[in-house]
T-cell receptor, first 116, second 116 residues
Framework: AQKITQTQPGMFVQEKEAVTLDCTYD???????LFWYKQPSSGEMIFLIY??????QNATEGRYSLNFQKARKSANLVISASQLGDSAMYFC?????????????FGQGTRLTINP | DSGVTQTPKHLITATGQRVTLRCSPR?????VYWYQQSLDQGLQFLIQ???????AKGNILERFSAQQFPDLHSELNLSSLELGDSALYFC???????????????FGEGSRLTVL
């Protein structure tokens, strides 16, 4: 079963607009963490933002914020005032602990294109 | 710069061959993870090592193997290569366990393998 679902394969947004990238997750563990990574065309994976399951407030990092709705099991990434440099693949990931070992499980990604 | 070093950055080889990908984690990180990213796909977890010992195994083929050495660098060995093994292979490391450990992974720039 898919643990991280990103339903938007691609999104096109005008420069300076805000954009929301969707992510839903599935877990029965009460303690978990959610991450967003950016992968530009050069290929590297860049950490953007983290939200812990017990965090009371939504995480924010500069122009990035995470809209965390625990009951709906969603962790959408919001990018405000988009820039051309935001064009990239964006991956949502969840920390999973299995037999004492933790790893990140990734969604399929959303390709974001910012138009001038 | 994440501090994780992967070599080589690019590798082209033929079917049936064997290659070794190398990874040096960030200074002080004991955990090393290997992920495979096929074209336009998400990251698939392959294997994790912690301080020289295998901790978790994902969808890693029997033709693939890995190890982590006493100096904490890791190698991923891919043998009897097939066309479908062409992918971007990422190594990532994480901080040692503790209350400040969110599980964030620090990724290398990846090794792009092309099998012809």
């Amino acid at each position: 079963a898919q643990k991280i679902t990103q339903t938007q394969p691609g999104m096109f947004v005008q420069e300076k607009e805000a954009v929301t990238l969707d992510c839903t997750y599935d877990t029965s563990d009460p303690s978990y963490g959610l991450f967003w990574y950016k992968q530009p065309s050069s290929g590297e994976m860049i950490f953007l933002i983290y939200q812990g399951s017990y965090d009371q407030q939504n995480a924010t990092e500069g122009r990035y914020s995470l809209n965390f709705q625990k009951a709906r099991k969603s962790a959408n990434l919001v990018i405000s005032a988009s820039q051309l440099g935001d064009s990239a693949m964006y991956f949502c990931a969840m920390r999973e602990i299995t037999q004492g070992a933790q790893k990140l499980v990734f969604g399929q990604g959303t390709r974001l294109t910012i138009n001038p | 710069d994440s501090g994780v070093t992967q070599t080589p950055k690019h590798l082209i080889t033929a079917t049936g061959q064997r290659v070794t990908l190398r990874c040096s984690p960030r200074s002080g990180d004991l955990s090393v993870y290997w992920y495979q990213q096929s074209l336009d796909q998400g990251l698939q977890f392959l294997i994790q090592y912690y301080n020289g010992e295998e901790r978790a195994k994902g969808n890693i083929l029997e033709r693939f193997s890995a190890q982590q050495f006493p100096d904490l660098h890791s190698e991923l060995n891919l043998s009897s290569l097939e066309l479908g093994d062409s992918a971007l292979y990422f190594c990532a490391s994480s901080v040692r366990a503790g209350p400040a450990n969110t599980g964030e992974l620090f990724f290398g720039e990846g090794s792009r393998l092309t099998v012809l």
